[in-house]
């Protein structure tokens, strides 16, 4: 059996073309106006826009560079820099200056303009305007050169989804210093596996917050967080509830007014803006840091061209400050959007929650995952009848494979009007990689194709080009957002080991997909939790695609333990059954047969393992690799660290098993 017999058929279904409205008012449509104008290019399709952002990579970047009008102090003397083009080490954009935070607070039209709207379980909403936004980023910048925070210095965050993270962030980042941020829901040692490669002279932590009606107290976390980190000179304490951290520099005190205009100091195109953290569930966490330049440029043109943003329009994106999707919630103000903030726990006190606030704060673009899509429908959630959602445009749905069930009630509750843009990304580049845009159809359970000047492909193990086959999603040619590096890899060998080792010279993303001859796009999972049986490789998302309609299941991983002779392996299937229903034979034969009928007799499990829960990471991430090596006889605390875990309990049942077995043989 070949690898193509166990793929979807390669010319996906539609589930609806371009709206027509949507298609004549897209932001991308000016940029399409003036390129006819400016440049002198005259496409007739998304597609030919698409070739050429790839195909003519300088005339693209360079065109958003004009298009938006970056602001630079000094301008750049190339697109790309004539002697470094290549992977690793493309430099885009030599000889330039700028600033990021520069583009962040509209235009003065905007000043009254929300720019800020803050919800919250521990304290009241809270709004801003662009105007407040500016004095309260000039306030913090002023405060942090107090503290002797200066160009090239890191400051750390331990704090939520709130403005005051916002402002510190962009006062940060208009100094010329760099970001680096964790939830607090993570634990101490997390954090501080992150924190300590940075090196931050200057931490902001809150003492705790609300999640839910649930409070929670950081303060023996941010005890251990200051002994831990030696090279922190300041702690500045955030107000959020009623608890305080003693021995700090107040928020207040930080933000007092000074008579200092607000600034911002020029740095080279790739000068470190933030640094994101993976995941930590395979190993420490990866410091990727990303430069002033590439997000600006890939922000502006990933936000206004595929999630149609600009002003008067506003996002709301449930995320914590861990995740990248904060990083790309907030530059929404770039386009001069307004942002919706949530901290707390977004199922509080019901599914609705969501809706609710997207109508009330009149959200053009709502973000949210498949797991809370797939839950409101198996709920009865009827979001586009039960509130007015008229201003909503776009629905961006990211974070882990979305079923086509999914696609299906997402059309049936808002019809064409809205689009459904179901993208895949990740921290390594921040934004998204392939992805939906105004201007594409609608694909049921695909992704409608690779993101503007992204050279996205599908290789097989040889470095072949394939279509229509799963294979490794790789990206061969440079992007500006792609990392600057890995925080203290002088030499460069750990970032050309994570991405370049296995193709020489092409960005591998470590992801399993597939494209069709449209163009469109599906991601099966990891590509390191991909299942060989026999030779062909099966990605992990389709089980789960077939298992989550079933009421007597209610959540499902799946791992593949390789057999060093070459054989078909181990595949154990556990799942989490519902309530009242037992793992039995009955249960075990309907699984196998809806498993055999819907994929292949390749995928029926050799094991059916009732276990309480799937551990996720914080992100929202099924972890199947870490639990392939708990099989394999590692520690649970050696292959995750619990911080990292949306419940460090979930590894229990599995160190169990993993026991068991060890036991038995």
């Not at 953290?277 to 002033?292: L, M, N, Q």
Request: hydrophobic share 40%; proline share 7%.
């Amino acid at each position: 059996m070949s690898a193509s017999e166990t793929t979807l058929p390669t010319v996906p279904e539609v589930l609806h073309p371009p709206h027509p409205d949507a298609a004549r008012d897209a932001r991308v449509q000016g940029f399409l106006r003036w390129l006819r104008e400016e440049r002198g290019h005259d496409f007739a399709s998304w597609d030919e826009l698409r070739h050429w952002s790839v195909d003519r990579l300088e005339d693209f970047w360079r065109s958003v560079w004009d298009y938006f009008g970056v602001r630079a102090h000094t301008p750049p003397t190339a697109v790309l820099a004539e002697h470094d083009r290549g992977m690793p080490g493309a430099r885009w954009f030599p000889g330039a200056t700028l600033n990021y935070a520069e583009h962040a607070f509209g235009q003065p039209e905007d000043a009254d303009e929300l720019a800020v709207i803050a919800v919250s379980q521990t304290r009241d909403r809270v709004e801003l305007t662009f105007a407040e936004l500016a004095d309260q980023v000039r306030r913090v910048r002023a405060g942090l050169r107090r503290l002797g925070v200066t160009r090239g210095d890191r400051v750390a965050a331990y704090l939520p989804n709130v403005p005051e993270t916002l402002v510190a962030f962009l006062a940060t980042a208009s100094l010329g210093a760099t970001w680096a941020a964790c939830a607090p829901e993570f634990g101490a040692r997390s954090v501080i596996d992150r924190f300590e490669q940075v090196e931050p002279k200057v931490l902001l932590t809150v003492a705790g917050y609300t999640y839910g009606e649930k409070p929670i107290d950081k303060r023996a976390d941010v005890a251990e967080l200051r002994a831990a980190l030696p090279t922190v000179a300041h702690v500045v304490h955030v107000p959020y509830g009623p608890l305080q951290v003693p021995d700090t520099v107040s928020w207040e005190a930080l933000a007092a007014d000074a008579d200092e205009p607000l600034s911002f100091e020029p740095v080279p195109f790739d000068h470190p803006l933030y640094v994101l953290f993976s995941s930590g569930t395979t190993g420490k966490p990866k410091a990727i840091v990303h430069g002033h330049g590439g997000i600006l440029l890939e922000h502006l043109k990933n936000h206004a061209f595929h999630w149609d943003l600009g002003p008067g329009d506003r996002l709301l994106w449930f995320t914590t400050t861990a995740w990248m999707m904060w990083n790309n919630l907030i530059s929404a103000l770039l386009l001069r959007s307004g942002v919706v903030m949530i901290d707390g726990n977004p199922l509080h006190p019901d599914l609705r929650f969501q809706w609710q606030l997207a109508a009330e704060t009149g959200a053009t673009l709502v973000g949210a995952s498949p797991g809370y899509l797939m839950s409101c429908r198996k709920e009865g959630v009827r979001p586009a009848e039960e509130f007015d959602l008229s201003r909503l445009r776009q629905l961006g749905v990211a974070g882990s494979p979305f079923a086509a069930e999914g696609f299906r009630w997402v059309h049936e509750q808002f019809g064409d009007r809205v689009l459904l843009n179901v993208g895949s990304g990740g921290t390594d580049v921040c934004t998204g990689l392939v992805q939906a845009s105004p201007l594409q159809p609608v694909y049921v359970g695909e992704m409608s194709g690779a993101s503007l000047g992204v050279d996205a492909k599908a290789f097989d193990e040889q470095g072949r080009v394939v279509v229509g086959e799963l294979g490794e999603l790789v990206i061969t040619s440079p992007m500006p957002s792609m990392p600057v590096g890995f925080w203290g890899d002088e030499d460069g060998s750990r970032i050309r080991a994570a991405y370049f080792e296995d193709f020489p010279g092409v960005f591998r993303f470590g992801d399993w997909c597939r494209f069709t001859e449209q163009g469109s796009c599906t991601i099966t999972g990891r590509s390191d939790a991909t299942l060989n049986r026999g030779g062909v490789r099966l990605g992990t998302g389709e089980f789960y695609r077939v298992l989550q309609d079933l009421p007597s299941v209610n959540d499902a991983l799946v791992v593949h333990l390789e057999d060093a002779q070459g054989g078909m392996g181990e595949l154990i299937l556990f799942v989490v059954p519902a309530d009242g229903t037992a793992v039995d034979e009955e249960l075990t034969a309907r699984l196998n047969r809806e498993i055999r009928t819907a994929l292949s007799p390749r995928h029926v499990p050799d094991r059916i393992v009732p276990v309480t829960a799937v551990p996720y990471s914080r992100t929202g991430k099924k972890l199947e690799v870490p639990i392939k090596k708990i099989l394999r006889g590692a520690a649970a605390d050696e292959v995750a660290s619990p911080g990292a875990l949306m419940d460090p309990g979930a590894l229990d049942s599995y160190a169990a098993y993993a026991r068991a077995r060890r036991e038995d043989r």
